[in-house]
């Protein structure tokens, strides 16, 4: 074969395959797609219940460049069932107009029918299948129908996504009482017998805030779910956990009350928890030393008392919210603070020996030997301490 022909051949071959891969085959115009913000899942009457939560690209779009005058943008909510999940999704896709988009789902909310053993694991086998599937999406349970959660509108008629189901964290950076989940922390504990499945509740609120005077919904972490042992989910509502959140490592800030003899001296920002906890073990017989240190800012001082009165009442006042919380747990068989665990990576013969494998709670009123709390208040705001 001459050079000529030689050249001529792979000048030909290269521009076949140039004009064969050229373009995206597959691809589908930004108004030609559904975008899956969040997926809602119940189990009722022996079917699954799947709702998704769409938005158009305009609407997508409108947290970076949105007027607030602007009408609230449009919120879908496909709902469909099935005796597997597969099936529920098969029978949604059935209905679907346009292309659904599932790699932008960025929250999953499961409601109490679906928080069991089983039910999760299905939930997540089905999910993870997918290629699009991300472990990063907001989790949530909820006790509030579905199709009300996906379909609330933001303030000021922002995107959907500038809210509390789709970014949690800038509520919980000022009010840190229930910590948001991301899809691979669920996932992660749940698998593990050893840990305590934590799961925070999402509900709506029709009275903290008003439009024009008129109520308007949004969102708000309204308690949490806890596994009890190897079972179900627990529900736990807020006023039941006064203290859970002084136990939690990554706790940002939360308001304490100074408060003596029915009289309110003032008000702690408490936040930047150190915390250990330590199982002791002698012979069979464990119990747990807590030792838990905060720095606290005085943002309201009402009535003048010392710093050494002030300290003391507010450590006295964490002693007994984390007290009742661990005792509130006890009732509803949940190891609120995940002390188990501790035992687990200490000495895993002795828990499993305990425990049943994870099938029983080892805990009592007394396993808390030892609870001290230190809390120092560095910060008063722009004016001093009278005292």
């Known amino acids: 074969m001459s050079g000529m022909l030689r050249r001529w051949l792979l000048g030909t ?8 891969t050229t373009g995206c085959w597959s691809a589908y115009e930004i108004q030609q797609v559904d975008y899956a913000k969040a997926i809602g899942i119940e189990y009722k009457d022996d079917m699954y219940h799947i709702y998704v939560q769409t938005l158009d690209f305009s609407s997508v ?13 449009p919120i879908w909510v496909g709902h469909a069932q099935g005796k597997t999940m597969s099936l529920a999704m098969n029978e949604l896709w059935r209905a679907s107009q346009l292309h659904i988009a599932w790699g932008h789902v960025t929250a999953i909310v499961m409601a109490e029918s679906v928080l069991n053993n089983q039910h999760i694991k299905d939930v997540f086998d089905m999910l993870g299948r997918f290629p699009e599937a991300r ?7 909820t006790r509030e129908p579905l199709l009300d959660i996906l379909s609330t509108a933001s303030i000021y008629n ?14 919980y950076m000022e009010n840190s009482l229930f910590a948001p989940v991301l899809s691979f922390e669920l996932i992660a504990k ?10 925070p509740v999402i509900a709506l609120n029709k009275d903290l805030w008003l439009q024009n005077k008129k109520k308007h919904d949004l969102f708000l972490i309204e308690g949490a779910f806890f596994e009890r042992m190897g079972e179900k989910l627990e529900y736990m509502p807020r006023r039941s956990l006064p203290g859970y959140h002084w136990l939690v490592k990554n706790m940002r800030r939360a308001p304490l009350l100074i408060q003596k003899s029915n009289v309110i001296y003032g008000a702690l920002s408490v936040g930047l928890p150190t915390i250990k906890i330590e199982p002791i073990i ?11 240190k905060y720095l606290t800012a005085l943002y309201e001082y009402l009535v003048p008392m010392s710093y050494d009165e002030m300290t003391r009442i507010s450590e006295a006042t964490l002693k007994e919210q984390i007290m009742e919380t661990y005792r509130n747990g006890l009732k509803q068989g949940v190891d609120i603070y995940g002390l188990q665990e501790k035992l687990y990576r200490k000495n895993p013969k002795l828990w499993h020996k305990l425990s049943g494998d994870g099938k029983k709670l080892i805990l009592t009123e007394d396993s808390i030997e030892t609870l001290n709390v230190h809390l120092t208040i560095p910060y008063t705001g722009k004016y001093k301490r009278k005292v």
């Open 135 to 141: 472990y990063t999406t907001w989790v949530y349970g």
């Open 190 to 199: 749940h698998n593990d017998p050893a840990t305590t499945t934590y799961l």
């Open 282 to 292: 002698r012979g069979e017989n464990v119990t747990f030393r807590i030792n838990a």
């Open 61 to 73: 779009a409108k947290s970076e460049n949105s007027s607030k005058t602007a009408d609230a943008p």
């Open 158 to 171: 922002l995107s959907p996504l500038d809210s509390i189901l789709h970014n949690p964290l800038p509520s």
């Open 13 to 20: 071959l290269s521009l076949s395959l140039c004009i064969m």
